[in-house]
Structure formats: structure tokens, C-alpha cells
């Protein structure tokens, strides 16, 4: 099945600098990768995604770009602000998927701090 | 949230007791997942329903239940059979598509503690 590693597990920044976060996945198949963003105690919401037809998708502070030959997505987000820290979760198809339920596999998070 | 919404918020389980955490949708949405949380960890998948009354195992079914009598619902329940359900209990929904991956939309989350 589909594996899918995150890196770093944890993540300090200073206020205004930029943060990445690097995920790389095993089947070659996969053509969806979300990005989640989980505060304490609440459920994870969906930021950003990108399909593999294309290469970079950008939302305001926020970028994913994707690197389809060497199987690595990453998270890019610029002039982090302190509402920034929370734990980011990536995540990719499972190649078990069947029928209409199509499930993802999640990476592990990293969690994000942002000092003021 | 995103139309999703579980309860309780918080869940406290004895030993021997089964426990059903609620998940409701209004999205008209035809898939719905299960996953646990654990501290430190990513998301595992219980179970998922791509349709009513139809539902599949995860990778940790084992000692939980689930059922999906109708499209909103899809109740989640931990028997005693689960000998560490202490965790964050999300529940997820998607368009569900046979042709392409659809953005899972997650609730609040139930937080389970065993007295």
C-alpha cells in the first residue's frame, strides 16, 4: 500500500520567515495530495491541494509543489504569522482504494510553532 | 467544520461498556470515514462507507463497529473488545468518486477516556 513519510516532525520559525514541510510517497500511481492544518482539539481542515497535473498551486501565503519523478510534495508557507502554528498533516491516495470511498493515506504531522 | 458534525465532544468509557460516538453530515455527501488519533501520530482508518448500508474494515477495525442506515449518518462504536479506545475520534466525508480522488472534509472530533 501507499507510504508516506513527513518531514520535520516539529518546526519552530520566527514571525515573517518562511516554513516548509516535505512529504514523500511510494506509488507512482498516486495523483491527489491534500494538506491539512489541525488545531489543538479540533478536527484537521483542508488548506491546500494539488493534483499531478501540475506542478505548483498557490493560495495567498500558502504553495504546494509537487515533484511527480522523485515522489515529493511540500507545504511552502511565507510570512508566517503567530495563527500559523498548529500541526500540519499531508497526506496521498492508499492504492487500496476501490469503489467510491477513496481513502487517503496521512502522513505523521508536523507541528508548526510560530514565535513572535 | 464543513457540514460535519460529531458528538460528543467528550466520551467517557468503562471497562466492559460499548460506546457509540455519532457522526452526522449534510453535505449529501455518499462516502464517510472513521479514523483514530492518537497523540504524536497521524490519522489510522477504521472504517468507511462508500454508500448506505454498505460499509469496509480499515487498518484497525478490530473492536469497533460501525453501521449506515442512511446517507447522513454513520454511527461509530467502540465495544469492550477495544483494549486501548483512549484516543480522538475523527470522522471524515467525501463526494465519492469511482473516477477521481474527492477532498475528505473532517468534523470537530470526539475524545474518548476510559475511566
Known amino acids: 500500500g501507499e507510504n508516506v513519510e513527513q518531514h520535520p516532525s516539529t518546526l519552530s520559525v520566527q514571525e515573517g520567515d518562511s516554513a516548509v514541510i516535505k512529504c514523500t510517497y511510494s506509488?507512482?500511481?498516486?495523483?491527489?495530495f491534500p494538506w491539512y492544518k489541525q488545531e489543538l482539539g479540533k478536527g484537521p481542515q483542508l488548506i491546500i491541494d494539488?493534483?499531478?497535473?501540475?506542478g505548483e498551486k498557490k493560495d495567498q501565503r500558502i504553495a504546494v509543489t509537487l515533484n511527480k519523478t522523485a515522489k515529493h510534495f511540500s507545504l511552502h508557507i511565507t510570512e508566517t504569522q503567530p495563527e500559523d502554528s498548529a500541526v500540519y498533516f499531508c497526506?496521498?491516495?492508499?492504492?487500496?482504494?476501490?469503489?467510491?470511498?477513496?481513502?487517503?493515506?496521512f502522513g505523521s504531522g508536523t507541528q508548526l510553532t510560530v514565535l513572535p | 467544520d464543513g457540514g460535519i458534525t460529531q458528538s460528543p465532544k467528550y466520551l467517557f468509557r468503562k471497562e466492559g461498556q460499548n460506546v457509540t460516538l455519532s457522526c452526522e453530515q449534510n453535505l449529501n455527501h455518499d462516502a464517510m470515514y472513521w479514523y483514530r488519533q492518537d497523540p504524536g501520530q497521524g490519522l489510522r482508518l477504521i472504517y468507511y462507507?462508500?454508500?448506505?448500508?454498505?460499509?469496509q474494515k480499515g487498518d484497525i477495525a478490530e473492536g469497533y463497529s460501525v453501521s449506515r442506515e442512511k446517507k447522513e449518518s454513520f454511527p461509530l462504536t467502540v465495544t469492550s473488545a477495544q483494549k486501548n479506545p483512549t484516543a480522538f475520534y475523527l470522522c471524515?466525508?467525501?463526494?465519492?468518486?469511482?473516477?477521481?480522488?474527492?477532498?475528505?472534509?473532517f468534523g470537530p472530533g470526539t475524545r474518548l477516556l476510559v475511566l
Open positions: 462507507s462508500q454508500i448506505v448500508n454498505d460499509f
Open positions: 471524515a466525508s467525501s463526494i465519492g468518486s469511482r473516477t477521481r480522488q474527492e477532498t475528505q472534509y
Open positions: 497526506a496521498a491516495p492508499s492504492s487500496r482504494s476501490s469503489g467510491s470511498a477513496r481513502q487517503l493515506t
Open positions: 506509488d507512482s500511481a498516486s495523483n491527489y
Open positions: 494539488i493534483r499531478s497535473n501540475v
